[in-house]
């Protein structure tokens, strides 16, 4: 989809819903096309297909989305909201239960969503990876970043004594994403495997030993 100036929001590509059944169309559309992409990839995913589906008429399609990949657009942006979601309130059940968390249980949870409806979630990583505006939307987001950081200190019983800045939050959930999604997207790897699980939680727990390390070496001055 073509886009100039300013990356744009999916609120600018979709036309979102202000009422209960408007939303309730959305979420169903985006539903069946989540349903297309895990039986039919991204070669069977049209607008015929969708409006098929979903049960709702072409017309209805363009009412809330300007064309296909606005629909894709949208999968990429709920995707990453019900993973987000879903890391939070996994976490607050096991925070409110007692339970210690490490930077391994937070792995496994990321790898444990990416697993389900594997063949969609393929497809989504496919048709991002090849837009570049996409790409550059998805590398906004810092919530990924953060969380890893935050876990991964409290884990290792260590202390950074303030937030991770944008580079720091950028390398580690993309280089992080980076793995987790090229093992599902090209299947070089088996990510539901113990040896991947924890590959990943030494690459997350290493680089904060290493900030934690630089940032104690570069002392109160924080010249680094």
């Not at 169309?25 to 297909?49: C, D, M, R, Y």
């Not at 009412?63 to 976490?91: G, K, P, T, W």
Request: proline fraction near 1%; avoid cysteine; glycine fraction near 6%.
């Amino acid at each position: 989809m073509a886009r100039s100036g300013k990356e744009k929001s999916i609120k600018t590509i979709v036309r979102s819903p202000q009422q209960d059944r408007a939303r309730q169309t959305v979420e169903a559309i985006l539903e069946s096309a989540v349903q297309i992409l895990e039986t039919e990839g991204l070669q069977g995913f049209k607008v015929a297909t969708l409006a098929e589906r979903s049960g709702y008429g072409v017309g209805t399609l363009y009412q809330y989305f300007s064309n296909i990949d606005a629909v894709m657009l949208a999968l990429v942006e709920l995707v990453a909201e019900r993973q987000r979601q879903s890391l939070i309130a996994r976490f607050s059940e096991r925070a409110a239960s007692g339970v210690t968390q490490t930077t391994r249980d937070l792995v496994e949870l990321m790898v444990a969503a990416f697993s389900e409806r594997r063949a969609a979630h393929k497809a989504i990583i496919e048709w991002a990876l090849s837009r570049r505006d996409v790409r550059m939307l998805e590398g906004r987001n810092t919530f990924l970043g953060q969380m890893l950081a935050s876990v991964s200190l409290r884990s290792q019983g260590l202390e950074l004594g303030r937030m991770l800045d944008a580079t720091e939050m950028f390398v580690l959930s993309r280089a992080f994403l980076g793995a987790l999604r090229t093992a599902i997207w090209n299947e070089e790897a088996d990510a539901t495997a113990p040896a991947f699980v924890q590959s990943l939680t030494d690459l997350v727990d290493g680089y904060t030993w290493q900030l934690v390390r630089r940032t104690r070496e570069a002392g109160p001055s924080g010249t680094r």
